[in-house]
């Protein structure tokens, strides 16, 4: 995995890998419908596999986005890349928000995380060969990116949320009562393929 990746995504990945089965199905805040720490890491790695897939059409197409992005991408990708930081209160949309899901404990998650993460590194450095410096992808947010760019990102990205899957987890831990053996659960829905959200959006602490 490349380091920029790495440096951000290894310490998230060994602290979701502390995490027990019933720990990771609890809402810091089930009022508010907050998200549980695995829905947290699912939609981190919602993220990446989106990020994939686009990279892996472009290299399939072998065709770079031709267009600019708009002042409002500029200001929000300048943030992004030059402080490390997103923007708060935007909620995530449908294909990047988790669906009805099988419970999987810390463990197995982290292996999913990193093993996604991989996948998206080795893309981005087959984007490098066939895209050089040029934008690689388009992000549905901040636009064309470059290979870098897309590094930074999820660099940020993870460690944006990283804060949101303590709060989950520190929660479970002091309030036992409130964790319970998960229900059986079928397997994940695909984003795009019609179904409806039984979560609500997320909002970006």
């Known amino acids: ?97 988790p669906h009805r899901i099988v419970a999987q404990d810390g463990p197995a998650l982290a292996a999913r995380l990193l093993s996604e993460a991989e996948e998206l590194s080795k893309a981005l450095a087959e984007c490098r060969i066939a895209f050089g410096v040029r934008p690689c992808g388009n992000h549905p947010i901040y636009g064309p990116l470059r290979v870098e760019e897309w590094r930074r990102y999820h660099a940020v990205h993870c460690r944006h949320h990283l804060q949101q899957f303590k709060e989950a987890i520190d929660f479970a831990r002091k309030h ?14 695909d984003a795009d393929a019609g179904e409806k959200s039984e979560l609500p959006p997320l909002k970006h602490e």
């Open 1 to 97: 995995m490349h380091p920029v990746l790495a440096k951000a995504i290894h310490p998230v990945a060994e602290q979701i890998a502390t995490v027990t089965l019933a720990e990771a199905q609890v809402s810091a805040n089930s009022e508010l419908r907050r998200w549980s720490g695995q829905e947290v890491v699912e939609h981190l790695i919602l993220s990446i596999q989106k990020s994939k897939e686009e990279l892996q059409r472009r290299l399939k197409s072998k065709n770079s986005p031709f267009y600019s992005c708009t002042f409002i991408q500029w200001v929000i990708k300048f943030q992004l890349l030059w402080f490390g930081s997103m923007p708060r209160g935007i909620p995530a949309t449908h294909s990047l928000s």
């Open 176 to 189: 036992p009562m409130s964790q319970r053996q998960p229900e059986a659960s079928v397997a994940p829905v």
